[in-house]
């Protein structure tokens, strides 16, 4: 259990409080819908234990109890690092069912999967395998609590979900009617910008003063999992980037390092063979437009390209490059782009080198000086 004292973080010495996501908040509501259509009474707060260890202590709110099903909400709160989702109500309705296991699925406002290439399959409702899992987990904690061994439906709705959808990335990634549920730890964490950036200059800084020269950095863990499961590299001297590679490429040559290595997912590092030097999607994303933009430089015919602009994610566009042979060589050039816009931003003052992956496709390329770094890196001079 999390301490009341370590629900807030300190960033940049300002006290930010944690949040909670859509998907603790559907796990919340229909947890306490299945005590109160179980146990037949009403209950005013709920306990929640999430992913990450932090217990939940939510207050229930819209209680509509009926003969054949209990309704109630959990109001979201994204902590101080608020987003559109901030202050609405996500509801659960909970009953039982004719058969012997618990069924999950999205009413109104929670957005339906039309296109491939997403965590959830087409024609179901976009809820994320962790808040599914979370609901599941929640509703049949309750029934065995209270030995019901029959089946149980749970719909989750947000009533202003198809209107926030709209200032989300979710029309684009073809779902349609509402929001995601989704959430991988259950908590939102503060994410200041600045605070950020100052704790990324401080792990250099330390870094520096003990003598690292070179320098690994990834933006977040898919960067690092690839690091450790694929490359010889004292994880020791590498620095997480988030999104702020830009700034990451600034504070190494503010400590006068030499060289660096960063290594990522294309789904960041496409952007930027673009010039796009902080990847978060609020500023940019054009991942598809770089990518269509180096396959018609490598030869593709139109309907290809039209397909790969067309695409949600980057491995479904190398899966349709690799199907038109010419993968390999739009991520040369797509190398070659990145190489260029790094040593741009890196002002020919430290040696920098990027390498670009895919959870799919494996090694997809690296840039010129990606070789001499690594012997540095290794301990050589």
């Not at 490598?298 to 980057?314: D, F, Q």
């Amino acid at each position: 259990m999390i301490r009341e004292d370590e629900k807030y973080i300190y960033k940049n010495n300002k006290r930010l409080k944690y949040g909670y996501t859509t998907g603790s908040c559907a796990a919340a509501a229909a947890k306490a819908a299945t005590i109160m259509l179980l146990r037949n009474n009403l209950i005013n707060n709920i306990e929640l234990m999430t992913p990450k260890g932090m217990l939940l202590k939510l207050q229930v709110l819209e209680i509509e109890k009926c003969k054949d099903y209990v309704k109630c909400a959990i109001k979201k709160d994204s902590g101080d690092d608020p987003d559109v989702t901030h202050g609405m109500l996500v509801y659960a309705k909970v009953s039982k069912g004719t058969c012997e296991k618990i069924v999950i699925d999205g009413g109104i406002g929670v957005g339906r999967v039309t296109r491939k290439g997403l965590e959830c399959p087409v024609g179901s409702a976009a809820i994320n395998k962790v808040p599914y899992s979370m609901i599941h987990n929640a509703v049949k904690e309750i029934c065995e609590e209270n030995d019901y061994q029959g089946g149980i439906n749970v719909e989750i709705s947000i009533p202003e979900g198809e209107k926030l959808a709209k200032k989300t990335f979710n029309p684009r990634l073809g779902i349609v009617g509402g929001i995601s549920i989704l959430g991988t730890t259950g908590i939102v964490e503060p994410m200041s910008e600045a605070a950020l950036i100052d704790t990324i200059r401080v792990e250099i800084k330390q870094l520096a003063a003990n003598g690292t020269e070179y320098l690994v950095v990834t933006p977040g863990n898919y960067g690092e999992n690839f690091l450790h499961d694929n490359m010889k590299i004292n994880i020791s001297k590498s620095v997480k980037c988030s999104n702020f590679i830009g700034d990451t490429i600034d504070i190494a040559n503010e400590f006068n390092l030499k060289g660096i290595l960063l290594i990522g997912h294309i789904g960041k590092l496409i952007k930027l063979a673009g010039g796009i030097m902080n990847t978060h999607s609020k500023n940019a994303d054009a991942r598809m437009e770089i990518i269509t933009a180096n396959a018609l430089l490598a030869g593709g015919e139109s309907n290809l390209l039209k397909n790969v602009m067309e695409c949600i994610t980057t491995d479904e566009a190398l899966d349709i490059l690799e199907e038109g042979k010419i993968k390999n060589e739009t991520m040369n050039l797509v190398m070659e782009k990145m190489d260029f816009y790094l040593n741009k931003r890196a002002d020919k003052r430290l040696l920098i080198g990027a390498i670009m992956f895919s959870n799919e496709h494996g090694l997809l390329g690296e840039t010129r000086d990606v070789e001499n770094i690594l012997e540095k890196l290794n301990g050589g001079e």
